[in-house]
């Protein structure tokens, strides 16, 4: 291993990579879940959620588990606690027992999420969020290749229990390939409980981690239903709602890259602050298409603009606030996994009330506040920035 931290960081985006295909296999698999176990819109919604509690544990724990077993092991064990969900996942004959099977997907996509930020944090410490931008470019390549891949193979027929195995398998590889934690020496992270209380008490932590809140829902709104919304309004088979799937993923590829060498021109807030107000415009266009190629371009440009938000936002957090970095942006991540869950919860709720069509509105509601708490930060935290050069 000639370059560890390169290696590394290779490893790291290779993980982002199927644990987006982890993440976005349930929402493609929807319709099909919903017919064979016989859920409802809300029922489905609360698969996305019912891991959010768990996650939010998971996260919390995390911080503390990296500082005394190192951020590597325990990203590995969470492929591996991933590939054990995926397999066992496939045993669900109810909606009872897809909620109690779920929650062990959860568990170790709660590893993933909460360590592969700040693992490239300590990678790359003074990266003025390019690297950020980069690796989260490997969940949308993921979810991209993910969506065409298995939309065409459950539209040919294919059991959606033969591509949950056949992703565990990959899952359980990628798990293989991290080296040695001994042999890439990282930073240490800080766990004592009188940080933690330096780091609540901060109001920039609270408006940042609120604007993650928001900034994942509003990504969660078309990355879970965009799918599901096609094959139900246009009543079409899985290969179009992949499609569909597959171009929110690929503007969001597309928006991470051009994030990454955009950031360090217009800053990281006002990156946000102008992709969440564009966003909040195009979203609303969303009521007058009323058909599939319209819609298609519709998500590849509403990709776009979400794309920078979970990076960008947490890179700025670790940028303006002086605290730990690691259990920084584990508790950012906090508000973002929720926030994503709740996105995806009230739409399946207002989905069987006034039709899945109306529960897009959710979107730019959550866009606006994005906007505002962003704008916010510039008010409130004076005496907390520790380089406004770096990062205005």
Same mark, same amino acid.
């Given at each position: 291993?000639?370059?560890?931290?390169?290696?590394?960081?290779?490893?790291?985006?290779?993980?982002?990579?199927?644990?987006?295909?982890?993440?976005?296999?349930?929402?493609?698999?929807?319709?099909?879940?919903?017919?064979?176990?016989?859920?409802?819109?809300?029922?489905?919604?609360?698969?996305?959620?019912?891991?959010?509690?768990?996650?939010?544990?998971?996260?919390?724990?995390?911080?503390?588990?990296?500082?005394?077993?190192?951020?590597?092991?325990?990203?590995?064990?969470?492929?591996?606690?991933l590939a054990a969900g995926?397999?066992?996942?496939?045993?669900?004959?109810?909606?009872?027992?897809?909620?109690?099977?779920?929650?062990?997907?959860?568990?170790?996509? @709660?590893?993933?999420?909460?360590?592969?930020?700040?693992?490239?944090?300590?990678?790359?410490?003074?990266?003025?969020?390019?690297?950020?931008?980069?690796?989260?470019?490997?969940?949308?390549?993921?979810?991209?290749?993910?969506?065409?891949?298995? @939309?065409?193979?459950?539209?040919?027929?294919?059991?959606?229990?033969?591509?949950?195995?056949? *992703?565990?398998?990959?899952?359980?590889?990628?798990?293989?390939?991290?080296?040695?934690?001994?042999?890439?020496?990282?930073?240490?992270?800080?766990?004592?409980? @009188?940080?933690?209380?330096?780091?609540?008490?901060?109001?920039?932590?609270?408006?940042?981690?609120?604007? *993650?809140?928001?900034?994942?829902?509003?990504?969660?709104?078309?990355?879970?239903?965009?799918?599901?919304?096609?094959?139900?309004?246009?009543?079409?088979?899985?290969?179009?709602?992949?499609?569909?799937?597959?171009?929110?993923?690929?503007?969001?590829?597309?928006?991470?890259?051009?994030?990454?060498?955009?950031?360090?021109?217009? $800053?990281?807030?006002?990156?946000?602050?102008?992709?969440?107000?564009?966003?909040?415009?195009?979203?609303?266009?969303?009521?007058?298409?009323?058909?599939?190629?319209?819609?298609?371009?519709?998500?590849?440009?509403?990709?776009?603009?979400?794309?920078?938000?979970?990076?960008?936002?947490?890179?700025? $957090?670790?940028?303006?606030?002086d605290v730990d970095p690691?259990?920084?942006?584990?508790? *950012?991540?906090?508000? @973002?996994?929720?926030?994503?869950?709740?996105a995806t919860l009230l739409?399946?709720?207002?989905?069987?009330?006034?039709?899945?069509?109306?529960?897009?509105?959710?979107?730019?509601?959550?866009?606006?506040?994005?906007?505002?708490?962003?704008?916010?930060?510039?008010?409130?935290?004076?005496?907390?920035?520790?380089?406004?050069?770096?990062?205005?």
């Open positions: 291993m000639k370059n560890p931290r390169k290696y590394v960081y290779t490893t790291a985006a290779a993980s982002m990579f199927v644990y987006s295909a982890a993440a976005n296999l349930l929402p493609l698999c929807l319709v099909t879940l919903t017919r064979e176990l016989s859920f409802s819109l809300t029922q489905a919604g609360v698969l996305g959620f019912v891991t959010t509690v768990e996650q939010f544990f998971v996260l919390i724990f995390s911080s503390y588990l990296a500082a005394h077993f190192g951020k590597i092991r325990l990203l590995r064990s969470g492929l591996f606690i995926l397999v066992l996942f496939t045993l669900s004959r109810s909606f009872p027992s897809a909620v109690g099977l779920i929650l062990l997907m959860g568990l170790g996509s @709660g590893f993933l999420e909460a360590l592969l930020t700040p693992l490239v944090e300590d990678l790359y410490p003074k990266d003025n969020g390019s690297k950020m931008n980069l690796l989260h470019s490997f969940w949308s390549i993921g979810l991209f290749c993910s969506v065409l891949i298995f @939309g065409e193979l459950l539209t040919m027929g294919l059991s959606w229990r033969v591509l949950f195995y056949s *992703l565990a398998t990959g899952v359980l590889a990628v798990g293989f390939t991290y080296p040695p934690a001994r042999k890439v020496p990282l930073p240490p992270s800080r766990k004592d409980i @009188g940080h933690i209380k330096e780091i609540v008490s901060l109001p920039g932590f609270w408006l940042v981690g609120f604007s *993650l809140f928001f900034a994942g829902g509003a990504e969660g709104a078309f990355a879970f239903w965009s799918a599901g919304f096609i094959q139900l309004h246009f009543e079409t088979l899985p290969r179009a709602g992949a499609l569909g799937l597959s171009c929110f993923a690929a503007g969001m590829f597309l928006g991470r890259l051009l994030s990454s060498r955009i950031a360090g021109f217009l $800053g990281l807030r006002n990156l946000v602050r102008i992709s969440a107000g564009l966003g909040i415009l195009v979203s609303l266009s969303f009521f007058l298409i009323n058909s599939l190629p319209a819609l298609y371009l519709f998500l590849v440009v509403m990709g776009l603009l979400i794309a920078c938000f979970w990076p960008s936002i947490q890179s700025f $957090g670790a940028r303006i606030l690691t259990m920084l942006m584990v508790f *950012l991540s906090c508000f @973002g996994v929720p926030g994503y869950s709740s739409m399946g709720i207002i989905g069987d009330r006034a039709g899945l069509q109306t529960s897009f509105i959710i979107a730019p509601v959550y866009l606006l506040m994005v906007v505002l708490l962003m704008s916010s930060t510039f008010l409130s935290l004076k005496g907390e920035v520790k380089s406004k050069k770096r990062s205005h």
